[in-house]
């Protein structure tokens, strides 16, 4: 199946400050990628499709100014979380494919992000 | 509206056959997804049924029948390592997966 790196894995910081967690598919070009959380002993939440070129659409009720997805080339998409609170810690999980390859979508690790 | 059911918890025994299900209403339906989640970590892919039948490979095998919603995942020969949660997604008419919430299998030795 396909390679997907998510960096980083864990991430600690401050209330108020912005992270950003990046998602790389390494054997094919990724046209479209997602972004989930996941709290704990919960199912996986879809937040955003992110579109290669295009905006990411996101879901109901997810903040697209809170989270900020940018999908600038075929191999690479980004999650920035602005100004975190301690709501915001969960488990964040990439994924690319979808479409082709039998809509097999692929996961990147994880990061567990925990803000203070 | 969207729904995918599967049971919460199972135990099972190591050596043994433990079969997991899944029902499912989408809107469209583009493929029944099985994958693994080791806790703390993120989910590895399984299987993938589109059409009627038993997929089988190795010791896991999935099941799919479209005219009743329902599909299922079977594991034989447990081992320890296969301890983990097991989540169910149908694909649906816009290739969007929808989750269920995971079925957590302990195996006991």
């Known amino acids: 199946g396909a390679v997907v790196s998510q960096h980083p894995s864990r991430v600690i910081c401050k209330s108020g400050t912005s992270v950003k967690i990046e998602c790389r598919s390494l054997?094919?070009?990724?046209?479209?990628m997602f972004w989930y959380r996941q709290f704990p002993k919960k199912s996986l939440m879809l937040m955003a499709t992110?579109?290669?070129?295009?905006?990411?659409?996101?879901e109901q009720g997810v903040e697209k100014d809170k989270f900020l997805i940018n999908h600038a080339s075929l191999t690479l998409s980004t999650l920035t979380v602005t100004s975190a609170h301690p709501e915001d810690s969960s488990f964040y999980i990439c994924?690319?494919?979808?479409?082709?390859?039998?809509?097999?979508?692929?996961f990147g690790a994880g990061t567990r992000l925990s803000v203070l | 509206g969207q729904n995918i059911d599967q049971p919460t918890e199972m135990t099972a025994t190591e050596g043994a056959i433990v079969q997991i299900n899944c029902t499912y209403q989408?809107?469209?339906?583009?493929?029944l997804f099985w994958y693994q989640q080791h806790a703390g970590e993120a989910p590895t892919f399984l299987s993938y049924?589109?059409l009627d039948g038993l997929e089988e490979k190795g010791r896991f095998s999935s099941f799919l029948s479209r005219s009743k919603g329902y599909s299922y995942l079977l594991l034989k020969e447990l081992q320890m390592k296969d301890s983990a949660s097991y989540l169910c997604?149908?694909?649906?008419?816009?290739?969007?997966?929808?989750w269920g919430a995971g079925t957590k299998l302990i195996i006991k030795p």
């Open positions: 994924s690319s494919g979808g479409r082709g390859d039998l809509n097999i979508q692929y």
């Open positions: 054997d094919f070009q990724a046209t479209t």
């Open positions: 992110s579109n290669e070129g295009s905006k990411a659409t996101y």
């Open positions: 989408t809107s469209g339906f583009n493929g």
């Open positions: 049924n589109v």
């Open positions: 997604a149908s694909m649906d008419s816009n290739y969007q997966l929808i």
